[in-house]
Structure formats: C-alpha cells, structure tokens
C-alpha cells in the first residue's frame, strides 16, 4: 500500500525557509490523486496548507498562499513545500497525505499520512 | 473560510457510546470526513464520505450527517479510542478542518 515520508531541516531560523519533501512508495506520484500538506502547531488542530498534482496543477491555502510554493518531481516520486518568511508561529508538526479526490461527488479525504516531521523556528 | 466546531472534549465510560458532533453551515450538504489521532501519531481516517468506513476500521465507528451537524458516532467505547478526532469539509477549492475533540474514556 501507499506509503508517505516527509524529510527535511527540523531547525529553521526566523525570516527563513522551510524546506521539506515527502517520498510516496508503495505507489505513484502520477496516479489519480492530489498530494497535500497538512501541519499541526504543538498543541493545536490541524492546518491544511496546499496540494499538488502531477501534472504540477497546486491549490494553496489562502492564508498561507503568498509564502507556500509546492512541487512535484515525478522521477522521483515525491513531492516538496517550501515556506517562506517564516515566524515562530509556523513552528509545527508537518505532514504530507494523499488527497482521494472523487469528482463527481466534489469532495476529498486524507489517506494515508506521513508520519510527520515537526519543524522548529528559532534563531 | 468554512468554520467547522467540535466540543473540546467528550468522555466516555467503556462499554457506552461516544457521540461527536462537528458544525457548519448546511454541512448537510457536503461530505464528511473523520480522523482519530493518537498522542504522537499521524491522524488516521476513520469516516469518509459521512458515514463509510475504511477497510480495518471497526464497524463500532459510525458516521451520520444532516441540517447543520454531523456526527461521529463510536459504539461499545474501548480503551484504545481514547485519542483525539476531527472532521474535514472540502469546500470552495480548499481543505477545512474541524477543532477538534478530545475523546476521554473514564
């Protein structure tokens, strides 16, 4: 079955970056699906925060949409966020899921999760 | 955006039933979707599309939707669904999700 893991920096300094990507196996990156990412600030609920599919089509969270860039590399089966002028407030469990999209009925679900990677913004 | 309230918290004795509601404007009207998640685990889907099931999940776990509310429902509480659950609503080209509840068994 499919299966997600996100990668990257768990530091990230103020004014900065992030950077993460999450390897999909199990499957590909190229089938019928959306690919997400999803943060949860410690303590708190959930975030959705873009998608991207293969084709590189992306939908982004309008509050988060000026800072986020999401793409996809097919070659690899995996896909990448980036985050910018980041705050302590970004400070966050970061996963990745894949979106079931079912058109006709105009919704979606998340499954799988990657396990997650929490990502601190600090100096 | 489409604002989705859940009660903070709910509990449960064991063996009895857990009902979590998850409000939104005519949410009736679109699919809901549930996620339990664990103290330092990823969200699993639990519901999809108001009230089907995942294959694995236990049939204890139900699902219902209508006016304004839908409803988690999870039957003969055990132990082991002590965790915390949220709803998601795909609306207006983007992901929403619920609050939050903190399922607590006595």
């Known amino acids: 079955q499919v299966q997600l893991q996100e990668s990257g920096p768990g530091l990230v300094k103020p004014s900065g970056t992030l950077s993460l990507t999450c390897a999909v196996s199990g499957g590909s990156i190229s089938s019928s699906n959306w690919w997400s990412w999803v943060r949860q600030p410690p303590g708190k609920g959930l975030e959705w925060i873009g998608e991207i599919y293969h084709s590189g089509s992306t939908n982004y969270n309008p509050s988060l949409k000026s800072r986020v860039t999401i793409s996809v590399d097919k070659s690899k089966n995996q896909f990448s966020l980036k985050l910018s002028s980041v705050t302590a407030a970004d400070t966050a469990v970061y996963y990745c899921?894949?979106?079931?999209?079912?058109?006709?009925?105009?919704?979606?679900?998340?499954?799988?999760w990657g396990q997650g990677t929490l990502v601190t913004v600090s100096s | 955006s489409y604002v989705l309230t859940q009660p903070p918290s709910v509990s449960v004795a064991p063996g009895q039933t857990a009902r979590i509601t998850c409000g939104g404007n005519n949410i009736g009207s679109k699919s809901v979707h549930w996620y339990q998640q664990k103290p330092g685990q990823a969200p699993v889907l639990v519901v999809y599309?108001?009230?089907d099931r995942p294959s694995g999940i236990p049939e204890r776990f139900s699902g219902s939707n209508s006016g304004n509310t839908a409803t988690l429902t999870i039957s003969r509480v055990e132990a082991g669904d002590e965790a915390d659950y949220y709803c998601?609503?795909?609306?207006?080209?983007?992901?929403?999700f619920g609050t939050g509840t903190k399922v607590t068994v006595l």
């Open positions: 599309d108001d009230s």
């Open positions: 998601q609503v795909w609306d207006s080209s983007s992901d929403h």
């Open positions: 899921a894949r979106a079931v999209v079912v058109v006709v009925a105009a919704t979606r679900w998340f499954d799988p």
